[in-house]
């Protein structure tokens, strides 16, 4: 028996298990790194422990911290969450050896399952359906090449260590097999340790299904249903929904039990997850076990009603399950997107930022998990997931309509983020028909308007003109007075790469912003400290804002904007693409350096590699031209828009 959990992990899957370990009547330890010292995750927990640096290698990865925090803490008991340390077997035995529950499954589970190629052979062995491939031991280059002739096209070449699509390549061309298999060598090396590999045959568009199972330590084993994460990009999830709609009830028992079995195979206690590809036809493979707690777990518990953190502990402290596979009962649909720190019209850039405002959305059926704050920073050590919305409906379009309200009335300013690209997938018909699959972002959905710059509405030019010369202070019956008549005055806003002129002028029924000799009427209906109710044009209409006199951020129409004021700056001072200065995209550190003093580069050669937010980033060349200083080197933390390189012509 255990008395208090400390939470190895941080964000909203620690304020998650916080909320649940305090209900069964737990005390609990979060800890926490010196960049996340206010946290939201640090405020919820009974006790807190600082672990180290904001790096995640000196702090929430560091095993001898976490164990010497639950030493401070007398924590008897750690949940890894997801992430960080939850599927490293060295961690689990470091808990066991320090007589510290490791709510999790058993140490051998882990390590089996933590290799691609181990636990294939292990799927394979208790008759689980895999998909034909390599997974040997032998490992040289001759052997892959020749396996991979083998197999044949398209090819699917994987590191076995590892996820989050590292090491992972698609090949539908003989010529580039061995080029690919550097490249995958090289990014598992750097990404896992090790740069062992396994090859199988690709299944092309198929769906991603997985199938939630528990186990107990008295030898039972149920599973919870499936999870469709279908729709990904560069092979990380973007949707999850429970149920699959591409899944009956005949199906959901085939690969149920199939589920069960490999979970038996390795006497597994706990929650885990077996992720399997379905193809057009309806048979499925094994494609790997997740022996931890999903970051999609919400849309199980909506269609269950159970608490699997809750499962979590109670299998942990020797309790039988609570529940037979015949008891298991899946009411309704549940979906779920992951809010990230990210453009995507940028290619998913990470972004960084200081929370200035955030709402989340209210109503039947939808549930927020977050970790967020007004007044938090989001930098560029970890990663840039910021919260999960989730709605339940008692059908599938029920819970899609409401997730994309949802979306659109969830208020995040400060930071960019990827709220229109997720409200357009649900919005998307091939989504709405249940009919996308692994190849979804990159065909229907590819010329999607969020996935590129698009000019910004008039409207939105003429809220951030009001925002820009709105004084807080002043009483709104006086606003706009005037000894003397007040002419229409200039405005020059900003927003990223788009540029706006435009006239303000204030007139008796509210105010007029003139754009492209095109007019915005605005009335200020109401004003709070965070929202304004504007009347825009005859329409009525909520607008949550932060303004700091030159820059503002605004929500409106479920869309986010950030638009800085540039009236008094000298347009040719401004940096542009071909201005010969390469800038950091965000914070991040800096991996490598590939140009020196002297050396004559053309536009678009890579200059410099960094890391922010666990993806790399590459800086290029903007101009053709020779490098005329270089402020870098390897091992370097820069800070976003910093001059890190500069090219003359």
Same mark, same amino acid.
């Given at each position: ?41 640090? #405020? ?5 422990? +600082? ?42 035995? *470091? ?22 190629? =181990? !636990? ?10 895999? &998909? ?6 032998? %490992? ?12 044949? /096209?398209?090819?699917? &070449? ?10 992972? #390549? ?31 045959? *690709? ?13 107990? %330590? ?10 469709? +994460?279908?729709?990904?990009? #560069? ?30 195979? +390795? ?12 193809? *057009? ?5 094994? /494609? ?46 549940? &979906? ?53 919305? &989730?709605?339940? @409906? ?24 990827? #709220? ?31 996935? !590129? ?24 019956? =006086?606003?706009?007075?005037? !000894? ?36 915005? +009427? ?11 109710? =504007? ?23 479920? %869309?986010?904007? *950030? =638009? ?75 800070? @976003? ?9």
């Amino acid at each position: 028996m255990f008395e208090k959990i400390l939470i190895a992990n941080r964000g909203e899957i620690a304020c998650r298990v916080i909320r649940t370990a305090k209900e069964m009547g737990y005390r609990t330890v979060a800890v926490y790194s010196e960049a996340d010292r206010h946290a939201l995750h640090v #405020r919820l927990a009974d006790e807190a422990v +600082c672990i180290g640096p904001a790096t995640a290698s000196e702090s929430y990865l560091k095993v001898d911290a976490i164990l010497d925090a639950c030493t401070k803490s007398g924590a008897d008991a750690v949940h890894p969450g997801y992430g960080f340390l939850s599927e490293n077997a060295d961690f689990a035995r *470091a808990c066991e050896k320090a007589n510290v529950t490791f709510i999790g499954p058993p140490v051998d589970a882990i390590h089996l399952m933590g290799s691609k190629r =181990l !636990s294939k052979i292990a799927m394979i062995d208790a008759g689980v359906p895999c &998909i034909p491939g390599y997974e040997g031991e032998d %490992q040289t280059d001759k052997t892959l090449m020749a396996e991979a002739t083998r197999i044949g /096209l398209p090819l699917m &070449i994987k590191a076995s260590a590892g996820g989050g699509g590292r090491g992972m #390549r698609v090949v539908t061309d003989t010529a580039e097999i061995a080029d690919q298999l550097k490249g995958a060598r090289t990014e598992a090396k750097n990404a896992f340790g090790s740069d062992e590999l396994i090859l199988e045959r *690709a299944v092309m568009r198929p769906r991603h299904v997985e199938i939630q199972v528990f186990g107990d %330590q008295h030898g039972n084993v149920i599973h919870l249903g499936e999870r469709d +994460c279908s729709v990904q990009r #560069r092979h990380q999830k973007v949707v999850e929904e429970a149920p699959s709609p591409a899944v009956d009830k005949a199906l959901r028992a085939r690969m149920g039990q199939a589920a069960v079995e490999a979970a038996k195979s +390795c006497n597994y206690v706990g929650a885990g997850t077996v992720e399997f590809l379905l193809d *057009a036809s309806g048979e499925f493979y094994f /494609l790997e076990m997740n022996t931890r707690l999903q970051v999609e777990h919400p849309v199980t518990e909506l269609v269950t009603g159970l608490d699997l953190v809750a499962l979590q502990i109670r299998v942990a402290r020797g309790e039988t399950l609570p529940i037979t596979q015949e008891q298991v009962q899946l009411n309704g649909h549940a &979906i779920e997107v992951r809010l990230y720190a990210e453009d995507p019209s940028q290619n998913f850039l990470p972004q960084t930022g200081e929370v200035m405002g955030w709402r989340t959305a209210t109503g039947p059926g939808i549930r927020i998990d977050h970790g967020l704050r007004v007044g938090q920073v989001i930098g560029s050590h970890y990663d840039p997931m910021l919260a999960k919305l &989730i709605a339940w @409906g008692e059908s599938r379009e029920d819970a899609r309509r409401r997730l994309i309200r949802a979306i659109e009335d969830t208020v995040l300013i400060g930071v960019q983020d990827n #709220r229109t690209f997720l409200a357009n997938i649900l919005k998307n018909p091939a989504f709405a028909n249940g009919e996308a699959t692994t190849a979804f972002i990159g065909s229907e959905f590819a010329d999607d308007p969020s996935l !590129s710059v698009q000019p910004l509405p008039r409207e939105a030019w003429a809220i951030g003109a009001l925002l820009r010369t709105l004084s807080l202070k002043v009483d709104t019956s =006086l606003r706009g007075w005037h !000894s003397a008549a007040m002419r229409p005055q200039p405005l020059t806003l900003v927003s990223g790469e788009q540029r706006c002129c435009l006239t303000v002028e204030y007139r008796p029924a509210g105010v007029d912003v003139m754009i492209d000799d095109k007019h915005v +009427c605005l009335r200020v209906v109401d004003q709070h400290a965070d929202y304004l109710v =504007l009347e825009i044009d005859g329409v009525r209409t909520p607008v949550p804002y932060h303004n700091d006199g030159l820059r503002c951020w605004f929500s409106w129409r479920g %869309q986010g904007f *950030a =638009l800085a004021d540039h009236t008094h700056t000298p347009h040719q001072a401004e940096d542009g693409p071909g201005s010969g200065q390469v800038r950091a995209p965000m914070d991040g550190l800096v991996l490598d350096v590939r140009c020196e003093v002297g050396q004559t580069v053309n536009k678009g050669q890579v200059l410099a590699v960094m890391e922010a937010m666990k993806m790399e980033h590459s800086l290029k060349a903007g101009v053709d031209g020779t490098i005329e200083s270089v402020s870098i080197q390897c091992g370097d933390q820069v800070k @976003g828009k910093q001059v890190v390189l500069t090219i003359v012509s």
